[in-house]
């Protein structure tokens, strides 16, 4: 399992610069009030999408640096933020090879690009509001265009369900914090948890977020008409499926 989740990381790192170096306009160093950054001009969807993908592919190899160090409850809480930005992805790349850019789509895209501050560059006097497109209209929007075997309501509820899974650790609820709690004698573990069950379990997760992460790259190369990479990504995808011991054939 260990070297799979290496190769999908070569994989996905090999392609996300490819898909990187397509895109026509690249990022510009802009003055704000607070200094020098780089931002697209253009504010396009596909420029939107090649920021998600690299906000999943960071994620999750930092996910797997808090594994390696027996972090699995961090671990856990950037997993929650790998969910949602495999999530966006998804949305945004059926509008451009399922259907189109919709007023949700819009509604979504004006909010990803505005900026944290006003000209002014002061937090304290800034209005910014980011209008958020609802979380549950991102994945019905999903449901409906994958048109799932099952109920669609029964796959976003099943999300849902995940997603307020995980944000007990975004949020420190209390049962899963005393999963930090064992040990002989029994004690918080506040240096990692290398060495007990968990890591193992967790071991088992990671896989499952890389694989999904590593289907969104599948994805933008369909988004991007990156053929070759659609080629070589799907066959090591099912290969990766098989060592796992994995089927997720539409027939399974």
């Given at each position: 399992?260990?070297?799979?989740?290496?190769?999908?990381?070569?994989?996905?790192?090999?392609?996300?610069?490819?898909?990187?170096?397509?895109?026509?306009?690249?990022?510009?160093?802009v003055?704000?009030?607070?200094?020098?950054?780089?931002r697209?001009?253009?504010?396009?969807?596909?420029?939107?999408?090649?920021?998600?993908?690299?906000?999943?592919?960071?994620?999750?190899?930092?996910?797997?640096?808090?594994?390696?160090?027996?972090y699995?409850?961090?671990?856990?809480?950037?997993?929650?933020?790998?969910?949602?930005?495999?999530?966006?992805?998804?949305?945004?790349?059926?509008a451009?090879?399922?259907?189109?850019?919709?007023?949700?789509?819009?509604?979504?895209?004006?909010?990803?690009?505005?900026?944290?501050?006003?000209?002014?560059?002061?937090?304290?006097?800034?209005?910014?509001?980011?209008?958020?497109?609802?979380?549950?209209?991102?994945?019905?929007y999903?449901?409906?265009?994958?048109?799932?075997?099952?109920?669609?309501?029964?796959?976003?509820?099943?999300?849902?369900?995940?997603?307020?899974?995980?944000?007990?650790?975004?949020?420190?609820?209390?049962?899963?914090?005393?999963?930090?709690?064992?040990?002989?004698?029994?004690?918080?573990?506040?240096?990692?948890?290398?060495?007990?069950?968990?890591?193992?379990?967790?071991k088992?997760?990671?896989?499952?977020?890389?694989?999904?992460?590593?289907?969104?790259?599948?994805?933008?190369?369909?988004?991007?008409?990156?053929?070759?990479?659609?080629?070589?990504?799907?066959?090591?995808?099912?290969?990766f499926?098989?060592?796992?011991?994995?089927?997720?054939?539409?027939s399974?």
């Amino acid at each position: 399992m260990d070297d799979d989740i290496d190769k999908m990381l070569e994989l996905m790192e090999i392609s996300f610069r490819d898909f990187e170096a397509a895109i026509p306009s690249k990022p510009k160093l802009v003055r704000k009030p607070y200094g020098e950054v780089y931002r697209f001009q253009e504010q396009d969807i596909y420029q939107a999408i090649i920021q998600k993908l690299a906000h999943a592919q960071s994620t999750v190899r930092a996910a797997q640096v808090l594994l390696e160090h027996g972090y699995v409850q961090e671990q856990a809480a950037l997993q929650r933020v790998v969910d949602e930005a495999n999530e966006d992805i998804l949305f945004l790349v059926y509008a451009v090879t399922n259907d189109r850019i919709t007023d949700l789509h819009q509604k979504y895209l004006d909010a990803f690009w505005e900026e944290e501050f006003d000209g002014s560059g002061n937090p304290l006097t800034s209005e910014q509001k980011r209008p958020m497109a609802p979380r549950k209209k991102i994945r019905a929007y999903i449901a409906n265009v994958e048109g799932a075997p099952m109920d669609p309501s029964r796959g976003i509820e099943l999300t849902r369900t995940i997603h307020k899974a995980y944000s007990g650790f975004v949020h420190g609820a209390s049962p899963h914090i005393m999963d930090r709690y064992g040990g002989y004698p029994p004690k918080f573990h506040i240096k990692g948890m290398l060495g007990t069950p968990r890591i193992e379990e967790y071991k088992r997760d990671l896989w499952n977020y890389m694989y999904r992460t590593f289907i969104s790259h599948i994805l933008v190369a369909k988004a991007l008409g990156a053929a070759r990479h659609v080629e070589i990504m799907t066959k090591h995808l099912r290969r990766f499926e098989e060592n796992a011991g994995k089927d997720y054939s539409p027939s399974a």
